[in-house]
């Protein structure tokens, strides 16, 4: 972060100790100060509030994301620094990030066998596409609760689950959000023009990572059923992750 902010992007701002540390420890607890940016989410649960140009904020993001990839490719990073990794193993191995999402509990046992099945079909698609695809340190929660506007500018929170991983997979989680908004692809075309004034987009790789997104958040819920609202957020999950698993499939067949 405090390289992101040094090189421009508008992004909270690690405040030193006097020792020169960001992290301090209080008991068990590590702790940080971070800058204070003003603004307003941009929206909520896939939907934008109040935003006039729905393009125009897409292709602005997109710019963003592109310029957070190029800082983070050029940081020297120390040789301590560690973070998950989303790549193909965190992302459909036997212990991906978030979860075995094929163990959720609600599944059926025809939809177990689906996203079994597509499981294996995407780590076949992954394969071919990794050795060339672009990657690198990522946002990985890029979604419209952690961006934010103010006079028009946009500004990055929430970087905790920053790690390793593949570049689509950063727009991807951005987009995945609005697979059922009317104005998606208008939406996805403005935010890969965007992106695509700093670095390429490879679309039909981006058709994967929309469905290994739409994978992770099953996985994500399996801890969180008993919490408030957890059996409504499940529900959902499962359903964008069986549709999207099921068109996969149709497409490929």
């Known amino acids: ?70 800082l983070s490719d050029d940081w020297h990073r120390p040789p301590n620094f560690t973070r998950p990794d989303w790549r193909r193993d965190g992302l459909l191995g036997d212990s991906p990030v978030w979860g075995r999402f094929w163990d959720h509990p609600h599944l059926t046992v025809d939809q177990r066998a689906l996203l079994l099945d597509t499981r294996a079909a995407a780590a076949e698609a992954l394969a071919q596409i990794e050795p060339t695809a672009d990657q690198g340190l990522i946002h990985a929660d890029m979604l419209t609760e952690n961006v934010l506007i103010h006079d028009g500018d946009l500004a990055i929170i929430d970087f905790d689950d920053g790690a390793f991983g593949f570049r689509d997979f950063e727009l991807a989680t951005f ?72 068109t996969y499939l149709n497409r490929r067949s």
């Not at 908004?181 to 023009?193: K, Y």
Request: net charge neutral; aromatic share 4%.
């Open 175 to 246: 987009l995945g959000k609005f697979s059922e908004h009317p104005g998606f692809e208008t939406m996805r075309a403005a935010l890969c023009d965007g992106y695509a004034t700093r670095r390429q987009v490879r679309h039909s790789d981006l058709d994967l990572f929309l469905l290994l997104r739409a994978l992770t958040y099953p996985g994500w819920i399996m801890e969180r059923l008993n919490e408030p609202g957890g059996a409504q957020r499940s529900a959902r999950a499962l359903t964008v992750a069986l549709n999207a698993a099921e």
């Open 1 to 70: 972060m405090r390289r992101l902010a040094l090189g421009g992007l508008n992004v909270p701002d690690p405040i030193p100790m006097p020792d020169g540390a960001t992290i301090g420890q209080i008991g068990a607890h590590p702790v940080s100060l971070l800058t204070w940016l003003p603004g307003r989410p941009i929206g909520a649960q896939g939907a934008l509030h109040d935003i006039a140009d729905p393009a125009a904020l897409c292709r602005q993001l997109g710019r963003d994301m592109a310029r957070l990839h190029d």
